[in-house]
């Protein structure tokens, strides 16, 4: 996914170049370690990744994380590690489970609550009851030379 | 020398009293029935603005005189400070800030007194109380619990100087665009307040506060890309949005009042969502205020969070509560009052006021998803034991899908006509747009896009680009015809003729630049984390970049270790220079100054960090697709919100002319 | 009718959250690891001797107070500390273990000698190893450990006179090595 093909074409043209001398590369581990260290709240930051933070604990903590990673250790254990020690509050992705339902599924629940709710309500207009129903609409003529006001108001109206 | 501060301590004390006088003379007018009253409020609101403007010219005028006898001046300036930065820092603290605050809702007041005076007489005296009331909330605030006029002494020698993160030309821009933004909706909003009072629900408080909506809408926009733009240069980690509370907390009016535009269309055209416009415009006003209070109360810990104070937080709460509480009671009080609206009746629910609602209906979700996220650690933390965070991977994995929901209608509703949709119209002109939309979803796949989300962002953008270019096309076809007039002129006449509605198009293609450069920098980002000795290379993308030496920069108020970095992409050859500064006086904290090279494809970003070993140097590199998009997008965003803005007095003119 | 309800209790549940939130510590977090057994431990010990072992400890009741010079709670808290350990010394069912981390030794020794140094020990832990693995955010944290080797309590912020008492002594007696 992080491959560059956009510009697949200037790749090509510039591929030739790329016979020079050895170049540095990142540490086989660091992505992985950032992937890590990118999903854990820096603990005494506001509101920042351990991975993004320059606080002393941060730091160490991706010290931490780099080591277990050198011992090979699988990205959830090192996660579940944190997890353990430092709970809720340490994943910046809260676990799907208990409470965080609410987090996790009430959007998507308003949503097609919205949805079904828009949709059954335009079938009932549509079938002629006019919305708000209860109350007789101010005068017919009253309403339309107001509405006739607006119309020119809004070509007009100025600051 | 330091008579400015009191000079302008006294105007800020005299415009409190005159603050009352604009809140209570307009209502004895009504209550007495004396329009004099009403004037005499007001004159009271120019005269709050004249002295506001006064306080804020004396705290200015001391930190440009380093009066450091002055609190603020002295924990926001220095000898050293710039004068640029200087004259800006007022609103480089919490106290500066929120005397800009004010004064901008006191100019806001005095325009809307001016200029609407005579157009709006019957909701005027409401409006002028209802922005008092605003006024001396702020001003109350302002003046006994974060008071930007304290003294010190005795007066020390030099300030401890401007936080260095804020001396930036962005954070210079972004606390005043984003205030213009909030405070723009207290006028539309004392104008809806003053419609549920009076009961003139119909469209008066329509007309007069569209511009405003409008006008304060951009600003928000501007202002939170700034803030973006700002988080991206000077912060150093390569993006720019992390979702934090105070970010969020200026996204949420954003997004209602994106909503309150759109669905006052219908209103406007077909007498229809009363009670929801006064709602989304109440609602908009208070997510501003609700910002306001999260920033300021140190409720939700936040990087922007301003130093907190207990009693500051229980004031804002007790202000917000009683304006929430009275504007919302209002408006359920009067709701059935709002009736009536059997007019507008939906003939076919495939129609431009449906798509509105749907539009309504995902907008008003994603704020609520937002201020979700934002207030559920704050509720777990309260009321359970424990605690939880919710951090970007939550918003981007809900946040987005309601999103693209949005994008869809986007792509769909403008070309929907009023009251029903023929079917041959559908098929005539989604046809190809769908096709367009398909062919972007295989296009997608095959320039590796594996994200679902990117690739549906993808589509729909190109589903949007092209109903939107069919409808120019179909528009400046029919001006041909009927003028005989060439392309380019016949599109002149057609923008021109209903600036509002292609203002809205250009607005939403905007938006389509901004996805684009979001799918580029948040799928395609890529990261290097190594250590360079002198000498040594790595590659990014294309890129070849080579630390050459380690050196130094000073300005007069900071000294930094600078690394020369030889970026090479073909045959073109770059220097970069990523400084670490430190800051002359007080903070101790060096800052990290990226190193940014923008194409118009991708920004190449470099950071150093720490000294490794004798002459090693860590360094983060970032390659981000794309991300100059977003920066570009906002701003034929706001040409579009402009070219609407200029709808009436054209039009007026023109017509002044034919009668 | 119900909208209205809706809007109101939403509207009303928000402001009520945010005057029940102002009262929120930020620096309290909850600990997962109470009610666990505690990580073990093994270090070099600030005063150059053998080096130290949690489990070594096994059968009483441990107090470990996590410090650093840095920490300028830790002056404050550290009278209360001295006094402990001459309180408590006798007792052969209660001990107190220090760790340094995130410092020198020498900041350690320093900090020691110039507040005074207790008759217990403390385990160096430079790179806060320790620290991470206990989920300590900050210094001073304290944590109870029973017999049992179970973290039963974590205290953050300075422990204050009385504490022993009030809080160690409650649990020491009644729940004895059980968790409750």
Request: aromatic share 12%.
């Amino acid at each position: 996914m992080n491959t560059l093909h956009w510009s697949a074409a200037l790749l090509l043209f510039w591929l030739p170049m790329a016979a020079f001398g050895a170049d540095q590369t990142e540490d086989a581990d660091e992505a992985r370690v950032r992937e890590i260290a990118l999903g854990l709240r820096c603990a005494v930051c506001q509101n920042q990744p351990v991975y993004e933070s320059n606080s002393e604990l941060a730091r160490d903590m991706v010290k931490v994380i780099r080591e277990q990673v050198k011992q090979g250790r699988e990205s959830d254990a090192i996660r579940r590690y944190f997890f353990d020690r430092y709970g809720d509050y340490i994943y910046l992705e809260p676990v799907r489970s208990g409470r965080n339902w609410i987090l996790w599924g009430a959007p998507f629940l308003g949503l097609l609550a919205g949805v079904g709710g828009l949709l059954l309500a335009l079938g009932r207009w549509r079938r002629g009851a006019p919305p708000g129903d209860s109350l007789p609409a101010a005068a017919p003529g009253e309403e339309e030379t107001l509405r006739a006001r607006i119309r020119r108001e809004l070509d007009r109206v100025e600051l | 020398m330091s008579a400015w501060i009191e000079v302008g301590h006294f105007a800020a004390l005299a415009a409190l009293v005159l603050t009352v006088v604009q809140l209570v003379a307009p209502l004895a007018g009504i209550g007495l029935g004396r329009p004099v009253w009403i004037r005499v409020g007001r004159q009271a609101a120019f005269g709050v603005l004249l002295l506001l403007t006064v306080a804020c010219a004396g705290v200015m005028a001391s930190f440009l005189n380093h009066d450091f006898s002055v609190g603020y001046v002295a924990g926001h300036a220095s000898r050293e400070l710039p004068i640029f930065y200087l004259a800006t820092a007022l609103w480089g603290g919490h106290e500066g800030s929120l005397l800009l605050w004010v004064w901008l809702l006191s100019l806001f007041a005095a325009v809307a007194a001016w200029r609407h005076w005579s157009t709006h007489p019957l909701s005027m005296p409401w409006v002028l109380a209802i922005l008092g009331a605003t006024v001396l909330g702020f001003l109350l605030l302002v003046l006994f619990l974060s008071s930007p006029f304290e003294r010190l002494f005795p007066p020390p020698a030099d300030g401890r100087d401007l936080n260095p993160l804020l001396q930036d030309p962005g954070m210079v821009f972004h606390p005043p665009f984003l205030y213009l933004g909030y405070v723009g909706f207290a006028v539309p909003y004392a104008f809806a307040m003053a419609a549920l009072i009076t009961g003139q629900t119909g469209g008066e408080w329509i007309l007069a506060t569209r511009r405003w909506t409008l006008f304060a809408w951009a600003m928000l926009t501007i202002g939170i890309v700034f803030g973006a733009y700002w988080a991206y240069y000077e912060l150093g980690w390569g993006g720019y949005w992390a979702w934090d509370p105070v970010e969020n907390a200026s996204f949420m009016p954003w997004l209602t009042a994106t909503a309150f535009f759109h669905s006052v269309m219908v209103q406007e055209r077909r007498g229809l969502f009363r009670t929801w416009n006064l709602f989304l415009i109440i609602t908009t006003f208070a997510l501003s205020l609700l910002g306001t209070f999260l920033v300021r109360s140190g409720v939700l810990s936040s990087v922007h969070a301003f130093a907190t104070d207990p009693g500051r937080g229980v004031f804002i709460l007790v202000f917000m509560t009683v304006i929430l509480l009275f504007s919302f009671g209002l408006l359920t009080l009067r709701a059935d009052r709002l009736k009536g609206e059997g007019q507008g009746r939906l003939e076919n629910p495939l129609c431009r006021e449906s798509a509105f609602l749907f539009n309504n209906l995902f907008l008003v979700v994603g704020a609520l998803t937002v201020l979700l996220g934002t207030l559920f650690p704050l509720a777990v933390e309260t009321l359970t034991d424990s605690k939880v965070s919710v951090g970007p991977p939550y918003f981007n994995q809900v946040f987005i899908p309601i999103m693209l929901g949005m994008l869809l209608l986007m792509g769909v509703g403008p070309i929907l006509p009023w009251r029903r949709t023929p079917a041959g119209t559908l098929r005539r002109r989604f046809l190809i747009p769908g096709l367009v939309a398909l062919a972007g979803l295989g296009g997608g796949w095959i320039l590796g896009i594996g994200h679902p989300y990117g690739l549906a962002a993808l589509a729909l953008c190109l589903l949007v680009l092209s109903t939107h270019l069919d409808d120019l096309w179909q528009g400046t076809r029919a001006r041909m015809r009927r003028d005989g007039a060439g392309a380019l002129s016949a599109l002149g006449r057609l923008v021109r003729r209903d600036k509002r509605r292609y203002g809205g198009l250009l607005t939403h293609l905007g938006l389509l630049v901004m996805v684009a450069g979001f799918i580029g920098s948040g799928l395609f980002q890529e990261e290097r984390d190594l250590i360079l000795q002198p000498g040594e290379s790595t590659r990014i993308g294309e890129w070849r970049l080579t630390f050459t030496a380690m050196g130094s920069a000073a300005r007069h108020n900071w000294v930094a270790d600078e690394a020369l970095v030889r970026a090479e992409r073909g045959s073109l050859v770059l220097e970069l220079r990523p400084q670490k500064r430190v800051y002359n006086t007080g903070r101790s904290q060096p800052t990290t100054e990226a190193a940014i090279h923008t194409t118009w494809l991708e920004d190449l970003y470099v950071v150093i960090g720490d000294p490794v070993g004798e002459t090693g140097r860590a360094f983060r590199i970032y390659r981000n697709p794309l991300v100059a998009w977003v920066w570009w997008g906002s701003g034929i965003m706001g040409l579009g919100v402009l070219l609407a803005l200029f709808q009436g007095r054209r039009l007026s003119r023109t017509r002044a002319v034919v009668a | 009718m119900g909208w209205k309800l809706t809007l109101l209790g939403v509207v009303a549940g928000i402001l009520f959250l945010f005057a029940l939130g102002l009262n929120n510590d930020p620096r309290h977090i909850p600990s997962p690891l109470v009610d666990r057994p505690a990580p073990d431990f093994a270090g070099p010990a600030l005063d150059g001797g053998d080096p130290l072992t949690l489990s070594a400890l096994r059968g009483r009741w441990v107090l470990v107070n996590f410090w650093g010079s840095w920490c300028v709670s830790c002056v404050a808290e550290h009278p209360y500390l001295l006094e402990l350990d001459r309180q408590t010394r006798s007792r052969n069912d209660f001990v107190i273990l220090g760790v340094d981390f995130k410092d020198t030794v020498d900041g350690g020794r320093a900090f020691l000698a110039r507040h005074g140094t207790p008759s217990y020990r403390h385990v160096v832990d430079p790179e806060q190893k320790i620290a991470i693995d206990w989920g300590v955010f900050g210094a001073p944290e304290s944590f109870l450990v029973d017999p049992e080797g179970r973290i039963r309590l974590k205290h953050v912020g300075p422990l204050y006179r009385g504490w022993f008492e009030r809080v160690a002594l409650p649990l020491m007696t009644s729940g004895g090595g059980k968790p409750s």
